[in-house]
């Protein structure tokens, strides 16, 4: 099994930055991805970006694609997520996630995914 807690979610005005971290323990021998997805009131939870742990290669979403910028530290199981030119619309509650089964699947689906932390809020202000 593995755990994974977000942290550094918070209020922050438009064309602001905020960093979000993403701390995993336990079996993270095993992950081979890491990813945002994030969930707007009444909205489903989309995809935001992924990296992947052997080369760092990395995917965004169009949407924050040129101001959101994934990275991680795997030396610590940690992986990051630098927010900046916020707009109101990235208002959500942001979730880490983790891969370690291979499957057929897009990755920017949920279901590619076998591990979600908690969530974190992130408000953008006008």
Known sequence: ??????????????GGSLRLSCAASGRTFSLNSMGWFRQAPGKERE????????GGATY????????FTISRDNA?????????????????????????????????????YDYWGQGTQVTVSS
């Open 60 to 67: 965004y979403s169009d949407s924050v694609k040129g101001r």
């Open 47 to 54: 995809f935001v970006a992924r990296i992947r742990r052997s």
């Open 1 to 14: 099994q593995v755990q994974l807690g977000e942290s550094g979610g918070g209020l922050v005005q438009a």
């Open 76 to 112: 610590k199981n940690t992986v990051f997520l630098q927010m900046s030119s916020m707009k109101p619309e990235d208002t959500a509650v942001y979730y880490c996630a983790a891969q370690s089964s291979i499957r057929g699947l897009d990755y920017t689906s949920s279901a590619y």
